[in-house]
Each structure stands twice: as structure tokens, then as C-alpha cells.
T-cell receptor
Framework: AQSVTQPDIHITVSEGASLELRCNYS??????LFWYVQSPGQGLQLLLK??????LVQGIKGFEAEFKRSQSSFNLRKPSVHWSDAAEYFC????????????FGKGTRLSVIA | NAGVMQNPRHLVRRRGQEARLRCSPMKGHSHVYWYRQLPEEGLKFMVY????????ESGMPKERFSAEFPKEGPSILRIQQVVRGDSAAYFC?????????????FGPGTRLTVT
């Protein structure tokens, strides 16, 4: 069965510092991986996605993620965090067949301090 | 192109009442998914529908919950005889017929509070 693990429930970083959010997945075939961001009381916004090809993918708002098959990981990174990045971040995995449900991790809450 | 619309955004129901949540997918999208987010949890899949068909309801509780996506109009998630444990955020997502793997667009959610 597919599963996604986000080991960090809550992370606090200083504004301007770098950020890495961890995501590990379990999936029987080639995974299709996503990162979403959710601001308080809001819906989910897609940050980036990996389907195939280059294992380093660029997303919106200066985020990037690297797919590492050997480690079953898809960690999200940002070189310099802004206060507006404070939100909940969800990693998700989908299947090759386009129209199938996504499986989400439990999320990592990011706090940004001055 | 308007995004996925959900209404109401907030819904308060007393125990035993019915809750009806609506989702209008993006234009041209014929696939709808419903997810539930409990406090401090990620999103959990409930049901996947195409127009007039339920494709996968493996995540939906067997009792009190039902979903439909009629030929005309929004998709409806109905919860009968709500209980406090139904309090959650319910998100709808839509995708086009030829979606790339997992390409889903999410609505803003309906936050259901059962008192």
C-alpha cells in the first residue's frame, strides 16, 4: 500500500535561513510526488511535482525538491525562508494512472521567527 | 477560468442533523475527489466520482455518508445524522479527463463543526 511519512511535525526556522522538509514514501511502482502548501484556514496550493526526468524539480515561491529513489525520499528545500512561508506543508504520492486519489503525509507545520 | 468552488466555506450543525457540502469543479473537469482533513492530520481520501458514477468510495465510511456528481450541477457530499467526530475540513479536488498522474486542483474546503 502507498504511504507517505513526514517525520517532522513542526519546524521553526529563522527568517532568511535555509529550509529542508523531509518526505519519505512507500510505493510499489514509479511514484508521482507532490508538495502542497496550506495556509491557515485555506485550501491546498501545489508547490511542485515530480513525474519523471530530472530528479531536481523547481516549484513556485522559490521552492525546489529532490527525488532520491534509493532513499525513497522527496525532500522540499528553500535556500532562504520568508515570514510568509509559515504554513503547513504536505507531501503526497499519486499513481501512474492519472485519475486516482492522492495519498498524503500528515504534514509539517513551519513557523518562521524573526 | 475559475478554480474549484466549494460551499459553504463554514458549516455548523447540531448532532443528528444533516450536512450537505457542495463542490463545483473547474471548467472542463469531469473528475471529482473528496478528502477529509481531521485536526492535526493530513488529507484522507474519501471518494472519487465522475459524472453520474462513483468510481472509488473505498475511503468513505459505510454509514451516514454518501456522495453524488450528477450530470448537471455540483458534486454533493452528504453526511446524515452528524456526530462530533465528523467535525473536520472537507476538501474537494477536480481533474480533467486526461489528467497527468495525480494532477488535482483543490478547492478552499468546507469546515464542518458539529456541536
Amino acid at each position: 500500500a502507498q504511504s507517505v511519512t513526514q517525520p517532522d511535525i513542526h519546524i521553526t526556522v529563522s527568517e532568511g535561513a535555509s529550509l529542508e522538509l523531509r518526505c519519505n514514501y512507500s510505493y510499489g511502482a514509479t511514484p508521482y510526488l507532490f508538495w502542497y502548501v496550506q495556509s491557515p484556514g485555506q485550501g491546498l496550493q501545489l508547490l511542485l511535482k515530480y513525474f519523471s526526468g530530472d530528479t531536481l524539480v523547481q516549484g513556485i515561491k522559490g521552492f525546489e525538491a529532490e527525488f532520491k529513489r534509493s532513499q525513497s525520499s522527496f525532500n522540499l528545500r528553500k535556500p532562504s525562508v520568508h515570514w510568509s512561508d509559515a504554513a503547513e506543508y504536505f507531501c503526497a504520492v499519486g499513481s501512474f494512472s492519472g485519475n486516482t486519489p492522492l495519498v498524503f503525509g500528515k504534514g509539517t507545520r513551519l513557523s518562521v521567527i524573526a | 477560468n475559475a478554480g474549484v468552488m466549494q460551499n459553504p466555506r463554514h458549516l455548523v450543525r447540531r448532532r443528528g442533523q444533516e450536512a450537505r457540502l457542495r463542490c463545483s469543479p473547474m471548467k472542463g473537469h469531469s473528475h471529482v475527489y473528496w478528502y477529509r482533513q481531521l485536526p492535526e492530520e493530513g488529507l484522507k481520501f474519501m471518494v472519487y466520482l465522475q459524472k453520474e458514477n462513483i468510481i472509488d468510495e473505498s475511503g468513505m465510511p459505510k454509514e451516514r455518508f454518501s456522495a453524488e456528481f450528477p450530470k448537471e450541477g455540483p458534486s454533493i457530499l452528504r453526511i446524515q445524522q452528524v456526530v462530533r467526530g465528523d467535525s473536520a475540513a472537507y476538501f474537494c479536488a477536480s481533474s480533467p479527463p486526461s489528467a497527468q498522474a495525480g494532477e488535482q486542483y483543490f478547492g478552499p474546503g468546507t469546515r464542518l463543526t458539529v456541536t
